[in-house]
């Protein structure tokens, strides 16, 4: 799974090489000082999270109600928390606080959940008289105080920063298939439901606000939005400038929402006096942007008169208006119809499309030669009027469709010698100097530059904040690959150097038009052409390998910390808010890494694992998100008999049955039953196997095109696609099933889910087959996949077993259709859910079961490239883990996951199974013609 970047960022803030628990974080003084100023001792305090908790004595335990929100800036949260305490201790009530300024702040920040944003202070009383009373106390103490407005409230009347809504008080958490925990509430009749936290005005049905007469305040062109997209997105409760009224005294009728943030939304819309179209973007008073914390109002403002000054140029979105509606500050801008620069590169990249032809390669670095011109003459003008963009990236410069550039969102450009930008820089595109220093400069802007470019040769900027030299190899590589020209690879290291001297305009303009793309290619690059190893470079590459396992095994002994109980090792961020056993993300997952490389597992490591609860009520029953994986893992280890008590505390979970495949549902499960009856020979877990398989039997949809095909929808309503969560998974399971019973009816179902996901296919442009991560309904995907948790290469790892199994030939055309899209060397992540390991393992599993030596070449070829995202620390070694932006020891994303992939080069040859990704290759011997 992965998490959208506002849910990323906040485990990115508080070390420079791992994802850590912003929880872990030390407060500083102010907030704290104020609170033990007023509150007495008798009080109960504590900390969770960014949360300091603060209950009377005797106070009564109330589970959900009407709660109230006191909204802050860092600027006032102080006194705000200094006039608000008096009348919360005098009152008697249960209340909580952020700890300090900088939680205020990243709280009230442009990329924070917007449900959540805004709340400085929330208090739980007991009734609702104590509501109304300590409300109309509160807002008589903090009249004249501004805060943000709380998108999921409504304001008390009469104040701007008091506001409230309908929710849990204590925590009741429902556990959810990939271990994320839902907030519930009681309902009247006893009844947990989901506790609802949108970023506009809801209430349980049960509710009646208490402010229900009261005159509801105005709103904003969210809710303009929500009139003509059919969604409630609203900033504000009632009332607004809906598409009757539009925006600006009419002048901007807005047609629908493009994007939603903290900061505000994105607004597609038309402007009535020119009958242009026109992008709206919308900023809310009090959201803190930056280290800084610049109130997005003013940056708005600010943005719009930069803007306004490069017009002239022609290389920046021309700005229409700035304006001000209810509380909220907009821009509006000319409509640019194109793509951004990064969605252009990705989609139109001969690397990615396996165009490897010289007209492939010529027409695709001719074109985007034009495009990069551009981008530095926007630099160049800039500079010459003294402004510094200081955030420039591939997805900020929109290409019209004759190829024109438009720089847009320019919130962290400044005068130089003045400042007000925002101070935010995107990875991989921005210097070390300037993340210091909260502010780019003339160098960090041709830095960006170089990371563009490398971007539109291979998209591996954002390894930068891991290791600068990661890009660089990957950059050599790829450069040697596709016999790039050395004048390219010379022009992206200068730029790429933050510590090289200004670029002269002039003579950087001359050197990428002298670029000599037209006569690159006289022929196939090295990368084109299907290889088989050479012994001696194998002997090399499995030198590599051996000395890259040692050094990821160390760094695994060396970065645990036994003394923490929210993780043992450096993984990805999910560790954090699922459980940290899971085999995806948590120990099991590494002990099963090293278990498989041939290290010893440390008694340390196993005993902080056993001391944690794996039973129902802690992990779900997946395979790689929960106890089916511990299971697994334990048993592979030789603790059987802990296998066996944690898979059958399983038994009966009520999660067993939500999801139906191999990450976290009962494919996965079912699985694991079928290994620990293997392992332990117990037929209670065959048992249990087979009435999974009784589950896919009633529960299966057959496809809508035509019989011979079926599929199992997801919890979510959609009808995942791949092997982790789809129909190539379920059918993996039915396979293994049918192995074991002997029973030919699984196969029969097995082979129905595969022919359902392998119909899902679409051909790209490049005629490559690759597969949507949810099955099309209407229009067509507009995201392919070609990894192993979605895509190509998942499918395939089923699709050959049962080719195998069978013995059905008609199968083999399928596999060759699918293998192109696996036979690559080059992708955004080394990682094995979704990146070249996973690749790599795919193509493994081709060449043991085919034979074929070019397969083989493929494989090398992948590991290569992962191996280039080695990174060397003193702890031993590592590679980058989701987004390439911080350091990961996991399995889905990180070291863990890479190890399985290479040590499995090592010992890899045709007929052997190797595949030590959670497969049941062991039971699965030919049943078909031939057998």
Known sequence: MQLPWENVLPYMNHDPRWFEDFSRRAPSSEHLREYQAVVPDAWRTWRRGYWVIAEPPGAPVVGEGWKLHVSATSRTSAETLRRSLPVLRDAGVRFK????????????????????????????????????????????????????????????????????????????FELQPLGLRDLMIKAPDGSLVRDVRTPFWHAPSWARDPYADAEPATGTAATAAASTTGKSTAAAPKGTAGTSQGLLHDRFKVESALAFSNRGGIYRGVDTETGADVVLREARPGVEVGPEGIDAVHLLRHEYELLTELADTGLFVRPVAYFEQWEHAFIAEEHIDGSHLGHLSVTHNPLYGLDLTAAGLTDYYDRFRLLWLQVADAIAACHERGIVLGDLSPTNIMVTADDRIRVID?????????????????????????????????????????????????????????????????????????ALPAELVALIRDLYDEDAPLPDPAVLRRRLTDLPFTTAWRRLPPLAERVTPAPESETG???????????????????????????????????????????????YGCLHALHVTGNEVPDTFLAWALRRPAGPKSLPPGLYYGSAGVAWVLSELGHHDIAVRVLRDSAGHPLLHTEPGVLTGAAGHGMACLRLWRDTGRTEFLDRARDIGKHFTQTAVSARHENGRAHWPGSGGQTPVGYGEGASGVAMFLLALHAATGDPAPLELGRAGLEFDLSCGTYAPSGLLSFPPVAATDEPAAVLRHYWDEGTAGILTTLLRYHQVTGDASLRAPIEALLPDVRRKYTTFPQLFHGISGLGNAL???????????????????????????????????????????????????????????????????????????????????TGPGA
């Open 541 to 587: 590459l499995r030198k590599r390998i051996a000395a890259t396992l040692d050094g990821v095994a160390q760094y695994l002994r060396t970065t645990a910390d036994p003394q923490r109980e929210d993780r043992l090792f450096p993984a990805d961020m999910l560790v954090f808010e699922t459980n940290p056993l899971s085999v995806a993300h948590g120990v």
């Open 844 to 926: 493994l599993d081709a060449y043991e079961f085919l034979g074929d030596a070019e397969l083989l070449g493929d494989a090398e070829r992948a590991a290569e490239a992962a191996l280039c995202s080695a990174v060397q620390r003193p702890e031993g070694v590592v590679f980058p883990g989701e987004q390439t932006v911080r350091e990961s020891c996991d399995l889905a994303t990180g070291s863990a996951g890479v190890a399985l992939f290479l040590d499995r080069f090592r010992t890899t040859r045709p007929g052997a199974r190797t595949n030590a990704n959670f497969l049941l290759d062991d039971l699965l011997a030919p």
């Open 97 to 172: 606080f952020l700890m300090d300024p900088m939680a205020v702040r990243e709280a009230n920040g442009k990329t924070f959940p917007r449900a959540s944003s805004g709340k400085f202070i929330t208090v739980y009383p007991e009734d609702d008289i104590q509501f109304r009373a300590v409300a109309a106390e509160l807002t008589e103490a903090l009249q004249g105080f501004e805060g943000p407005y709380v998108l999921s409230d409504r304001r008390c009347p009469g104040s701007r920063v008091v506001s409230y809504r309908y929710g849990g008080f204590i925590s009741h």
């Open 410 to 482: 320019l919130e962290s450009a400044f005068h130089e010698g003045v400042g007000g930008g925002a101070g935010l820089g995107t990875p991989g595109a921005v210097t070390r100097r300037a993340m210091a220093n909260g502010q780019g400069d003339r160098r960090s802007d041709y830095y960006a530059l170089g990371g563009i470019i490398l971007c539109c040769v291979l998209t591996c900027q954002q390894n930068d904040l891991v290791d600068h030299a990661v890009p660089l190899r990957l950059l050599d590589s790829v450069a040697a690959d596709l």
